[in-house]
């Protein structure tokens, strides 16, 4: 959901036949060949015991950002980006400024499917080349299906708001009534108040004029152009696809309840495309599932009972897909302070038990925070704080004293990653006297991560402390635990919330005031390195790693003989990883790396270690 959403809802606290695509298709691409990719890099993922997997059996962490709101404007047709060009600027940048080694990437009914049975070719061809940018920088995709507010042809071209996702046809079928929010001051407002939006939405849940059965056929097509279109090790780095965004209901039938609902119309409508999936040749990748929109709200008269609950086992399967926005934070009423550390414990971990009941893995596929206006001041803290809870459900104060109660890393793809923020042209609603230029041009939201500079560079508009950071892309074996200490700023105030405790106090020296980023981990059967992400503020010249398998300063490149080394990560970025190699099967490791030291002596890093082994020791 995004910023405004989240927003207008404290005010709703108060008041309540297969698709035909013309033409032969070419020959699958060949993917890139990058010299920095390594025998283990690549492999498809799958869902194993609760976690995503590659095919060295390792765990794997996808980290990074919706690309992008830009796909719900009319600017740029639909698409993510304005050409291929911005879309691998876009994809280096991610990866080298961001961190990031996955991306949501945004897709257009209404560009897909502009006339009833028909797809656009052209649409899904430029898709695919912007897709590929991705994929050929190393990073991980997984489609998304987007819709806000149903549609943006509900709207007039006189409306305080507007919508994306359903084509002018499908809202001709239904004779909608005129769109009206009535007294509404935020967009989200729409879905619960606008006659019109409810109607849609009830009417596609209901298959009205066959509407769900027409889209189910739209992302079949869809499916089945990319699998024809993209080399084998190209698909590989597909990892699934997001059937539907923020799926709710539109108004309840007599009787009917959030739950009930997701029992009986949102399930068999993930089971459908589940299906098509299958038909179109992704059968070995997940269908990644979200629940009702407000299943995890964090305002108590906001939350609805969901979850998917009814839904049984889910397997390898389907991913447990949510997103969440503080709301209580973006009302500027509910939350008149900055963020804490812990703040997110709690609803990040109901994720998590959510996931784990269902046995199979989780991913937060949105979260952020506007940065401009009246609550921007609470960005600094509030992303620190959802990323903290990504990656430990223990808040910092505590970590170190239990850290096996931190649960497994969360996947996560931030709001959002827009190039054009703060230069877009977009003609709201197709009004040509409402040219939208600012924020993220789109109902006056403002989360973009980065922006480009007047000299046409990626820069970022967050701190690169909070954004770039240490984290466990890949684990062989079991992740127990992992915290990072970003020492990102709020304004001129340093954010520690996880120190070293003084019982550890030559692991306190080493670290001083650097990051530094600690995993504890139960090996595995495979062979492959565990990776962690090195931040661009941390060059192999100046980080330090203590580990049970070796302790070093300024670790060398990585060698298949060397138990710790550095290497790049695989698509040519720039962007660097950890490797760390053990030859063992269910024993205990840990690794701490930090940034804070200078040339520290072999006998701090000794005594470092000693202490890090008794505390590994005692802890799990």
């Given at each position: 959901m995004s910023t405004i959403r989240a927003r207008l809802l404290l005010v709703l606290?108060?008041?309540?036949?297969?698709?035909?695509?013309?033409?032969?298709?070419?020959?699958?691409?060949?993917?890139?060949?990058?010299?920095?990719?390594?025998?283990?890099?690549?492999?498809?993922?799958?869902?194993?015991?609760?976690?995503?997997?590659?095919?060295?059996?390792?765990?794997?962490?996808?980290?990074?950002?919706?690309?992008?709101?830009?796909?719900?404007?009319?600017?740029?047709?639909?698409?993510?980006?304005?050409?291929v060009a911005d879309a691998r600027k876009s994809a280096t940048a991610l990866r080298a400024l961001g961190g990031g080694n996955a991306v949501r990437f945004l897709?257009?009914?209404?560009?897909?499917?502009?006339?009833?049975?028909?797809?656009?070719?052209?649409?899904?061809?430029?898709?695919?080349?912007?897709?590929?940018?991705?994929?050929?920088?190393?990073?991980?995709?997984?489609?998304?299906?987007?819709?806000?507010?149903?549609?943006?042809?509900?709207?007039?071209?006189?409306?305080?708001?507007?919508?994306?996702?359903?084509?002018?046809?499908?809202?001709?079928?239904?004779?909608?009534?005129?769109?009206?929010?009535?007294?509404?001051?935020?967009?989200?407002?729409?879905?619960?108040?606008?006659?019109?939006?409810?109607?849609?939405?009830?009417?596609?849940?209901?298959?009205?004029?066959?509407?769900?059965?027409?889209?189910?056929?739209?992302?079949?097509?869809?499916?089945?152009?990319?699998?024809?279109?993209?080399g084998e090790g190209e698909f590989a780095g597909v990892v699934g696809f997001d059937p539907y965004n923020e799926p709710y209901a539109g108004s309840y039938d007599s009787g009917q309840t959030s739950r009930t609902w997701e029992r009986d119309l949102l399930w068999p409508f993930y089971v459908k495309f589940r299906a098509r999936m299958d038909t179109a040749g992704w059968q070995d990748k997940p269908a990644l599932v979200e629940p009702n929109l407000f299943w995890n709200a964090n305002i108590s008269t906001q939350k609805q009972e969901g979850g998917l609950l009814d839904a049984g086992t889910l397997g390898s399967r389907y991913v447990f897909n949510t997103h969440f926005y503080d709301q209580k934070a973006i009302s500027g009423i509910l939350m008149w302070g900055k963020a804490a550390d812990g703040q997110y414990a709690s609803d990040f971990g109901a994720v998590r038990d959510r996931a784990s009941a269902a046995a199979t893995a989780a991913v937060v596929s949105e979260f952020g925070h506007p940065l401009s206006g009246t609550v921007s001041d609470k960005a600094p803290t509030v992303l620190k704080a959802m990323y903290q809870a990504l990656d430990s459900r223990v808040p910092g104060a505590s970590w170190w004293t239990n850290p096996a109660a931190s649960g497994p890393v969360l996947s996560g793809s931030q709001w959002q990653w827009d190039l054009y923020n703060g230069r877009h042209h977009e003609l709201m609603n197709g009004n040509p006297d409402k040219v939208v230029t600012s924020g993220d041009g789109w109902n006056d939201e403002d989360l973009s991560a980065v922006r480009l500079d007047d000299a046409g560079n990626v820069?970022?508009?967050?701190?690169?402390?909070?954004?770039?950071?240490?984290?466990?892309?890949?684990?062989?074996?079991?992740?127990?635990?992992?915290?990072?200490?970003?020492?990102?700023?709020?304004?001129?105030?340093?954010?520690?919330?996880?120190?070293?405790?003084?019982?550890?106090?030559?692991?306190?020296?080493?670290?001083?005031?650097?990051?530094?980023?600690?995993?504890?981990?139960?090996?595995?059967?495979?062979?492959?390195?565990?990776?962690?992400?090195?931040?661009?503020?941390?060059?192999?010249?100046?980080?330090?790693?203590?580990?049970?398998?070796?302790?070093?300063?300024?670790?060398?490149?990585?060698?298949?003989?060397?138990?710790?080394?550095?290497?790049?990560?695989?698509?040519?970025?720039?962007?660097?990883?950890?490797?760390?190699?053990?030859?063992?099967?269910?024993?205990?490791?840990?690794?701490?790396?930090?940034?804070?030291?200078?040339?520290?002596?072999?006998?701090?890093?000794?005594?470092?270690?000693?202490?890090?082994?008794?505390?590994?020791?005692?802890?799990?």
């Open positions: 606290v108060v008041l309540c036949g297969l698709l035909t695509v013309a033409g032969t298709p070419p020959a699958a691409a060949t993917p890139a060949a990058h010299s920095d990719s390594l025998w283990f890099d690549g492999t498809p993922l799958t869902v194993q015991n609760g976690r995503f997997t590659d095919g060295q059996g390792r765990e794997i962490v996808l980290r990074g950002y919706n690309v992008s709101g830009e796909a719900k404007l009319e600017e740029n047709g639909g698409l993510p980006f304005a050409s897709l257009s009914w209404a560009y897909a499917e502009p006339v009833r049975g028909q797809a656009d070719t052209a649409y899904l061809a430029a898709a695919t080349e912007q897709m590929r940018a991705f994929l050929d920088a190393g990073i991980r995709v997984y489609p998304d299906f987007h819709q806000d507010l149903y549609s943006r042809h509900l709207f007039n071209t006189g409306s305080w708001y507007t919508g994306d996702g359903a084509p002018k046809w499908a809202v001709d079928a239904g004779s909608y009534p005129k769109e009206s929010c009535g007294i509404c001051l935020f967009w989200g407002q729409n879905i619960t108040q606008n006659s019109a939006v409810q109607k849609a939405q009830y009417d596609f849940w209901h298959n009205a004029h066959g509407l769900q059965d027409a889209f189910l056929a739209t992302a079949q097509t869809t499916m089945t152009y990319l699998r024809q279109h993209l820069t970022l508009r967050q701190d690169a402390r909070l954004l770039d950071r240490i984290y466990p892309s890949a684990t062989t074996g079991t992740a127990l635990a992992f915290t990072y200490e970003d020492r990102s700023r709020d304004g001129s105030t340093t954010l520690t919330w996880n120190p070293v405790p003084g019982s550890l106090p030559n692991v306190a020296r080493l670290v001083g005031s650097g990051q530094y980023g600690m995993l504890v981990w139960r090996s595995g059967s495979g062979s492959a390195p565990t990776e962690l992400h090195l931040p661009a503020s941390f060059p192999a010249s100046a980080t330090t790693v203590v580990s049970d398998l070796g302790t070093v300063y300024a670790p060398t490149a990585y060698t298949g003989s060397t138990p710790l080394g550095v290497a790049p990560e695989p698509g040519g970025t720039g962007s660097r990883r950890l490797l760390l190699t053990d030859t063992d099967s269910g024993v205990l490791h840990y690794a701490l790396v930090t940034n804070g030291a200078t040339a520290p002596s072999a006998d701090l890093l000794g005594a470092a270690r000693t202490e890090l082994a008794a505390w590994a020791a005692a802890r799990f």
